[in-house]
């Protein structure tokens, strides 16, 4: 009993068993087949989702990425987007520890495509350069590199290893130990034949510019200064047989004897702006050639002939290419140079008052031009209110603007008439009674012709508006009118009385 009984046990257990292995591979297939349909759906989700709108697009290598690998328990607000929040050597492959010491971030070097180094900025790396450029880590002295116990950065830039400043004082040896063709740059092809060493016209500061003596050189100018081994002429040099010699000095190119019996050609084909000084932006614009004007002794001493000059007289007479109207002196006038003057001279000069701006006076002030002489009327008006631009007599009738003016007068009255000490300012005669007509007319008043009632008659200053009304009335207390007179003399009557 006790021997089937623990068969029993062992096939119940058995069984058990099997049938909780069973449950447990049912429950693994459905997880397995459940994360295979939410990796599906994600990716489904992902490549619908614009992940460029979170301000983190996906590219190079990230677009592989599963979302969970950085969204972390399906968190998805709040994930940073440092390089080394996740390339931190835990959650991914991080900085190494061959890696260059450096304070820039990741994406200051290498990009997402890959972790090869698509740029390098120098700016973020602590250390000198040795500790990298040694040969091993990065590039560092060549063989051929001069032998120096400078520093990397005492010569060269973090930009680029070539365009290197140099200083020569720490090297040593004599110049072609280096510049030998090998190591530094030597003798070019074009180089001067000759035994002397680097330093005998070179300086360590620069190959240029060198000492040079023409007397340790050997046949005729030309044999170096071809345009390969020297310069020789260029191309705007004048068309020539002579030899170098003949017109420089071993001295120098410049200056160099010329003489223009021995060029062919117009002007023109040298002084064309390229082989040698032609017409500037300031030049006359003429269709002249330079002979017409310029001798082959000098530009200046220059004879001129308008009539082959083009435009009108101010694009050249504008006070920089030409003399021009003098901002103190000349007439204020929008007229142009030749509707005065000739081309043959300045003076003498046509006028015309037409095209004049400005009040006479500006130029008829005793300096410019004609002014008012010592007997002239003494006014402040403008000389145009009594002249004609035509000439200066016969004068305007001169129009008085002021209301206190009585009128024309119906004899024809000389200014001085009333403005008897030739000024602007009337003196009257009977100043009291300005400025009526009884100012000038009281002498002539007749109190018998003008009475006020019965015997009485008005005084002068009662009525010393001539031109006035007046009435005549019946007694003294003024009160009936008898009599109305309106106007009863006029400054335009030849009788006083009309």
């Not at 830039?157 to 090998?182: E, I, L, P, Q």
Request: net charge neutral; aromatic share 8%; charged share 15%.
């Amino acid at each position: 009993m006790l021997g089937e009984e623990g068969s029993f046990v062992r096939i119940t257990r058995f069984f058990s068993a099997f049938f909780a292995l069973t449950i447990f591979a049912m429950a693994a297939m459905l997880w397995v087949s459940s994360s295979a349909q939410a990796q599906n759906s994600s990716r489904t989700n992902r490549a619908n989702f614009d992940h460029f709108s979170t301000g983190f697009p996906l590219t190079g290598a990230h677009i592989d990425v599963d979302c969970e690998d950085c969204h972390q328990g399906g968190v998805f607000e709040g994930t940073p987007s440092a390089c080394t929040s996740c390339h931190n050597n835990v959650r991914a492959r991080g900085m190494q520890a061959s890696h260059i010491m450096t304070t820039a971030r990741c994406d200051s070097c290498h990009t997402t495509r890959s972790w090869m180094v698509d740029r390098f900025d120098h700016s973020g790396v602590t250390g000198t350069c040795v500790s990298c450029h040694n040969g091993t880590t990065a590039v560092g002295k060549t063989q051929n590199h001069p032998t120096s116990s400078n520093a990397c950065e005492d010569c060269h830039s973090t930009s680029s290893f070539s365009g290197a400043r140099f200083d020569h004082s720490g090297v040593t040896g004599t110049c072609f130990s280096c510049h030998n063709g090998t190591r530094a740059t030597g003798k070019g092809p074009t180089h001067l034949s000759t035994s002397n060493t680097c330093e005998d016209c070179h300086r360590n500061t620069g190959w240029s510019p060198a000492t040079f003596n023409h007397s340790g050189v050997t046949g005729t100018c030309f044999s170096c200064h071809n345009g390969t081994r020297a310069t020789g002429k260029g191309p705007t040099h004048l068309s020539t047989s002579n030899t170098c010699e003949d017109c420089h000095r071993n001295t120098g190119w410049s200056p160099a004897t010329f003489n223009h019996s021995g060029v062919t050609g117009t002007c023109s084909s040298c002084h064309n702006g390229t082989r040698a000084t032609g017409k500037n932006g300031t030049h006359i614009n003429s269709t002249a050639l330079c002979d017409s004007c310029h001798v082959t002794t000098a530009w200046s001493n220059v004879r001129m002939d308008h009539s082959q000059a083009l435009g009108t007289c101010t694009s050249c007479h504008n006070g920089t290419v030409a003399t021009g109207k003098s901002p103190t002196t000349h007439i204020q006038t929008t007229a142009d140079c030749g509707d005065c003057h000739r081309n043959n001279a300045w003076l003498p000069a046509t006028f015309n008052h037409a095209s004049i701006t400005g009040q006479c006076s500006s130029c008829h002030n005793g300096t410019r031009a004609t002014g008012k002489g010592p007997s002239h009327f003494s006014t402040t008006s403008d000389c145009m209110n009594c002249h004609r631009t035509q000439a200066w007599s016969p004068t305007l009738n001169f129009v008085h603007s002021s209301p206190a003016y009585p009128g024309t007068h119906s004899r024809n009255l000389s200014c001085n008439d009333c403005h008897t000490s030739n000024s602007q300012t009337v003196p009257y005669r009977f100043a009291a009674y300005a400025p009526n007509c009884a100012a000038c007319h009281a002498n002539q008043y007749e109190p018998g012709e003008h009475k006020k009632y019965g015997n009485t008659s008005y005084t002068v200053g009662e009525l010393r508006d001539c031109t006035g009304s007046c009435h005549v009335y019946t007694d003294a207390t003024l009160t009936t009118i008898r009599e109305r007179r309106n106007s009863h003399h006029r400054v335009s009557s030849p009788d006083f009385g009309d």
